[in-house]
């Protein structure tokens, strides 16, 4: 073992702009329910009337791994892997 730094704390990744992000997955969780509910109401004979309510929550996370290698002959190595916008939503479709 070398003398030196054994722990790393960052960098932290972030987005410098999360919204237009945020709201591309907004969009896209809001047309798989649709679809969804059209697949339900096809299946029940019926057809989709309109939304009744709509709730969300959304998040990020990080998805990767750090990759971090100290030794005497190398360099730090920083694998960033990737960041991922999700947005959860829960919509009450009323069928008719």
């Not at 945020?22 to 029940?44: C, M, N, S, V």
């Amino acid at each position: 073992m070398t003398e030196g730094v054994n722990q790393i704390r960052g960098p932290i990744l972030g987005f410098d702009d999360i919204e237009p992000a945020r709201d591309e997955a907004r969009t896209l969780a809001i047309a798989a329910a649709r679809a969804r509910a059209t697949l339900y109401a096809r299946a029940l004979g019926m057809r989709v009337k309109r939304v009744v309510f709509v709730t969300e929550g959304a998040a990020s996370r990080y998805e990767g791994s750090l990759a971090n290698s100290i030794t005497a002959s190398s360099d730090t190595m920083l694998d960033p892997g990737g960041r991922k916008i999700a947005a959860t939503v829960s919509v009450v479709f009323e069928l008719e």
